[in-house]
């Protein structure tokens, strides 16, 4: 479809409901897409809009009452346009206003005369382009056009912009144009990755990991429950493909830290270091956490905390050695219950099942991922076999909070300091089924609603990676700074995804109308309207694209462990 050619017209509207435009009659209504970006020419301003919704009209209703035969493909044509049209929605999110020089033409603001007599917009050279909130709307019988390559860079820059870090995360869904992220404004923020199982949450999670790391936006750490980021994933489809993973992508940027080193070491993943956790970096606080996995009551938690105030850091080592003697006398001495104390070890002995636990550590593992962090290194976690949702809520909890701990301590040296030798180097933290920490009954008492809560400032920031987004808390959704959402279909989970979004009704059906697969609605913070995109593929080309043009996958571990030598002797 060229897109000099008009669409339609404006024939009526409001700035909060919208605009309904109508379909001139050699514009098919089939050709309309929910979701396709478009421009309104008005007097004086160009509107950005997206479309919400297509629609049929008559301009007589008998012709409903008697429509014309199946057949009758004459009768058919000559109603089309007159008798029968088509209308669609759209949506303002975006409008300029031309300011030209005093050398231009300023009686015409930019509008010139076409061969048929119809008024249109033609960018003059000395235009500055800024773009604003929608205040206003465009007047009757203002004309519609397809955007072009021009007004999509207009509005989302483009990827090698040396003044921005601009991402590439896809293209519209007509059009062979990139839309970006700006990822500085991306990672000032917590951010979200919704849609319902198998839309390719992972893919896209690990396509704006791949756009972060590359850009040198933040520093990531990534729970990877399902080994999916680190190292090789299967690939989606039919046909048994893998993936490449972040440590590929980029071996001199990404660390792999694994709970379960022999899982680790079958897949082939190279240089990946073991990660073992003591019993006494375990705080009540990580135990509430998991009180549902571990079927705790809040007699047993109550009692926690007495055992910890009496041992200290040792509370679960003291409690493993209790009798029942032993839980008797100290319940006489201090104020906690023997069945609660008792119900309290049966059910934490159940950490001894866990691999990477450990009474002692030989050195703190923890103190090791904040090293690597504070060296510019993005680090994955993988969980191996330890992949239930009890150990990844625990390991979580656990590294995510004395993290924070440091990153607090940072950021109140640099306010206090003042020298930008101080200033943390931002953090982006990554985590699956992020319901399970966000959930409205424990997310004022857990790190990650703090995070959530605080924006940015102790530089740490939330990626959330979910299928179900009515499962976190409200005011936690309203802080999300840009949300990525493929398909969702329960309209509980849509309504969470508009939490604190104004105009939200015409987007909401943009949103269940996305095709299952490589499809998302962007909106938020990093761009500056929301937008449908068929999402970047993760493929070769991306690998050349995005990737370390160092990095060629060898099989002799020896020849890759010479290029790392090299690639650090180097300085990559």
């Known amino acids: 479809m060229n897109s ?16 309904e435009v109508r379909l001139h009659p050699d514009i098919s209504v089939e050709d309309m897409r929910v979701g396709k970006f478009l421009v309104v020419h008005g007097l004086r301003s160009r509107f950005f809009c997206m479309l919400t919704d297509v629609a049929l009209g008559t301009s007589n209703p008998r012709i409903l009452a008697n429509p014309p035969g199946w057949e009758d493909t004459f009768l058919r044509e000559v109603l089309a346009g007159s008798g029968t049209y088509g209308t669609i929605n759209l949506a303002p999110m975006l409008m300029f206003t031309p300011e030209s020089d005093e050398s231009s033409n300023h009686s015409t603001n930019g509008l010139v005369k076409s061969p048929n007599g119809l008024a249109s917009f033609q960018p003059q050279t000395s235009t500055t382009m800024e773009l604003l909130p929608v205040k206003t709307i465009p007047s009757h019988f203002s004309q519609v056009y397809e955007a072009s390559e021009e007004d999509f860079r207009r509005v989302f820059g483009w990827e090698d912009d040396p003044h921005r870090r601009n991402f590439s995360v896809g293209k519209p869904l007509d059009m062979d144009v990139a839309v970006c992220i700006d990822l500085n404004r991306f990672v000032e923020r917590s951010n979200g990755v919704f849609g319902k199982s198998g839309t390719g949450k992972s893919f896209l999670t690990r396509l704006l990991l791949a756009g972060v790391i590359r850009k040198n936006a933040a520093v990531n750490l990534i729970f990877d429950m399902h080994s999916e980021y680190g190292w090789e994933a299967v690939a989606e489809g039919k046909n048994v493909n893998t993936v490449k993973g972040l440590k590929q992508l980029f071996p001199g940027k990404v660390e792999v830290y694994t709970l379960d080193p022999q899982s680790t070491k079958r897949r082939g993943v190279r240089d990946a ?25 809040e007699a047993a938690l109550d009692n926690a905390s007495i055992l910890h105030n009496e041992f200290g850091k040792s509370w679960i080592t003291q409690l493993f050695k209790m009798t029942g003697e032993d839980i008797k ?39 090791k991922i904040i090293q690597s962090l504070e060296a510019g290194k993005n680090v994955v976690i993988e969980f191996g076999s330890q992949s239930n949702m ?97 398909l969702l279909n329960d309209e509980k989970d849509i309504d969470a995804i508009f939490t604190g979004v104004s105009g939200a009704g015409g987007l909401r059906s943009v949103l269940a109308k996305l095709d299952s697969k490589q499809q998302a609605l962007i909106l938020g913070h990093a761009v500056p309207m929301p937008v449908v995109v068929k999402t970047r593929p993760y493929d070769t080309t991306f690998y050349a694209e995005i990737g370390d043009p160092a990095w060629e996958e060898k099989p002799d571990a020896e020849v890759f462990a010479a290029a790392e030598i090299a690639k650090a002797d180097l300085g990559f």
Do not use: W
């Open 329 to 367: 006398m100290f319940c006489e001495e201090k104020p906690g219950h023997p069945g609660s104390i008792t119900s309290l070890q049966r059910k934490l002995l159940r950490l001894d099942s866990l691999k990477y636990m450990r009474g002692v550590c030989p050195q703190n593992y923890i103190s």
């Open 390 to 486: 009890l150990s990844y809520m625990l390991v979580t909890n656990m590294i995510t909070r004395r993290i924070h701990e440091e990153y607090v301590k940072k950021a109140d040296k640099f306010l206090h300091s003042k020298n930008p030798c101080d200033r943390p180097t931002p953090l982006m933290i990554t985590i699956e089924e992020a319901h399970r920490f966000l959930d409205p009954s424990i997310v004022q008492s857990t790190i990650f609603g703090t995070i959530a809560r605080e924006l940015r400032k102790y530089f740490v920031t939330l990626l959330v990676v979910d299928q179900r987004p009515s499962g976190i808390d409200n005011e936690v959704m309203s802080q999300i700074g840009t949300r990525i959402t493929a």
């Open 273 to 297: 270091q073991e990660l073992y956790l003591s019993y006494e970096q375990i705080t009540v606080e990580d135990i509430k956490l998991c009180s549902r996995d571990l079927g705790l009551s």
């Open 4 to 19: 000099s050619q008009p669409l339609g017209s404006v024939i009526q509207g409001s700035l909060t409901g919208g605009l």
